[in-house]
């Protein structure tokens, strides 16, 4: 079975902190992601990577980076915590080539609350 | 926008009846997904149709789409109190590489 881990269920943090999300992988997938989850708005993707260090931004990096060093790790990074970041981060991995055709495999989810 | 919406944004059911989903979206896709998620855990993979199929079943579960309305639709049959959770269809469009999530349907089933 495909498992995508995160590194906390829960994160408490203060505003402007700076805040790192870890994913972890273990089914050699190219293609790793970033989404936020809010009530009313759904998933969005805040960045996507196919490959060790390649990176794209997805519908709302603002406020976000990513580091991609290793194939099964990707990082998401919040530069300066904000209290509108506070979310539910999904993280999440497909089979590489065409990937949007293949299902996402998800992480448990991080909570996350800036305060 | 969201690309996919899904409908009814809540559902309220008894064990054994059958629950129906219902997701409309804008413009064409290579193919469409189901997910479902527990309370505040991480989306599973149900059910992947794509573009050129018109039904899929996997068990109890039974997605429809049509091309032609921009709409699929996700049966489950003789639902049980496990089925409770949240019900998301994601588009893959065809001008672009993402999936795109819609806003969900809460399914409760009530023993």
């Known amino acids: 079975d495909v498992k995508v881990t995160q590194s906390s269920r829960y994160l408490v943090k203060r505003t402007g902190e700076k805040v790192f999300l870890e994913c972890v992988q273990d089914m050699d997938h190219e293609n790793m992601f970033w989404y936020r989850q809010d009530p009313g708005l759904g998933l969005r993707l805040i960045y996507f990577s196919y490959d060790v260090k390649m990176k794209e931004k997805g519908d709302i990096p603002e406020g976000y980076s990513v580091s991609r060093e290793k194939k099964e790790r990707f990082s998401l990074i919040l530069e300066s915590a904000s209290t509108n970041q506070t979310s539910m981060y999904l993280c999440?991995?497909?089979?590489?080539?065409?990937?949007?055709?293949?299902?996402?495999?998800f992480g448990p989810g991080t909570r996350l609350t800036v305060t | 926008s969201q690309q996919g919406e899904e409908d009814p944004q809540a559902l309220s059911i008894q064990e054994g009846e059958n629950a129906t989903m219902n997701c409309s979206y804008k413009?064409?896709?290579?193919?469409l997904q189901w997910y479902r998620q527990n309370s505040g855990r991480g989306l599973v993979h149900l059910i992947l149709?794509?573009?050129?199929?018109r039904e899929k079943h996997s068990g109890r579960l039974r997605v429809t789409l049509d091309t032609s309305k921009k709409s699929s639709s996700l049966l489950i049959t003789a639902s049980r109190a496990a089925d409770t959770a949240s019900y998301f269809c994601a588009t893959a469009p065809r001008w672009t590489d993402k999936l795109i999530f819609g806003t969900g349907t809460r399914l409760q089933v009530f023993p």
């Open positions: 413009t064409s896709i290579n193919n």
């Open positions: 999440a991995s497909s089979s590489p080539e065409r990937w949007s055709f293949y299902e996402q495999y």
């Open positions: 149709i794509r573009s050129n199929e």
